[in-house]
């Protein structure tokens, strides 16, 4: 409690809020660490302080001055020189729910983020910004699909795990060729904020070094509603591109996403384990 009260002083020292002017309230800080505030101004929520260890601080600065130009992200206004806290802009609504349609979400995404990634630097190794270095996208992959199916076990028939590791080594053709964008990384609903059935805004990114298609799969498996191909094509066309992909390429990202989104669910989100369940069942048809 302490430390918010420092933070309301630095910033009123550097002008940036007028202090008697303003109150704080603690944040629920759902699926990111650290601790997080609010800081109101006239009974309205204005900024977002989030405290957390310099690292976190130096990579989220890091990612949100660099796309500072994208409207669905927060604007920073502050980050101590210690990176100790940040403060950025508060985007009203929800997250999780009143979502709309998932196309109309997606398409947003698409072209009001996703579009704008930027290659990361070629000695940047692939991975986390804050994780292990991973020597390739294979590499991420891997250990990825070994972390799922230690958490999914006897749910899925072993038939289902054997050819999903078949599609891992399949995989490994595609992602020899990608090139490395510097991503949010953690692009699901819980992230997401939805205002009057629309997403309004993009939060906490937890940033990776991957390939484009990484966060556009992760969006789409992030909630267990409408993963069909109808939706998954639909939204895949305004994808700046998307001509490069074929079909099967993109079913593969998608059957393996969901497949490690099966297993997050389990740990994290066990009430949309029915839901994943039931795509697994029409998805795994598209197995090698």
């Not at 809020?17 to 759902?30: Q, V």
């Not at 976190?56 to 806290?85: A, C, R």
């Amino acid at each position: 409690m302490q430390k918010i009260h420092e933070v309301i002083d630095m910033l009123a020292n550097k002008g940036l809020i007028i202090k008697d002017h303003w109150e704080f309230r603690s944040l629920k800080s759902g699926t990111t660490g650290g601790i997080l505030y609010t800081l109101w101004l006239n009974q309205q929520p204005a900024y977002v302080v989030k405290i957390d260890t310099p690292a976190i601080i130096t990579s989220t600065h890091d990612f949100l001055m660099t796309y500072q130009d994208v409207k669905l992200l927060p604007d920073v206004l502050f980050t101590d020189d210690k990176k100790d806290f940040i403060v950025y802009s508060f985007i009203p609504g929800e997250t999780h729910i009143n979502r709309g349609s998932k196309l109309d979400w997606l398409n947003v995404l698409i072209n009001g983020l996703f579009n704008h990634y930027q290659k990361a630097a070629s000695d940047e190794p692939w991975g986390r910004v804050n994780g292990i270095e991973r020597s390739s996208w294979s590499d991420f992959t891997q250990t990825s699909f070994e972390f799922a199916g230690e958490n999914i076990g006897e749910l899925l028939p072993a038939e289902d795990h054997q050819k999903v590791e078949q599609l891992v080594t399949k995989l490994k053709v595609a992602h020899a060729q990608e090139e490395k964008y510097y991503l949010h990384g953690d692009t699901g609903v819980h992230n997401f904020v939805f205002s009057d059935n629309k997403i309004n805004g993009v939060i906490d990114p937890s940033p990776l070094i991957g390939p484009r298609i990484y966060d556009f799969t992760y969006a789409f498996c992030s909630s267990p509603d409408n993963l069909d191909g109808s939706t998954l094509f639909a939204a895949f066309s305004s994808w700046s591109g998307h001509e490069s992909f074929t079909k099967e390429q993109l079913l593969d990202e998608v059957l393996f996403q969901l497949y490690t989104r099966i297993g997050v669910c389990i740990k994290v989100h066990p009430h949309d384990l029915d839901g994943y369940m039931a795509a697994w069942k029409e998805w795994r048809k598209y197995l090698p």
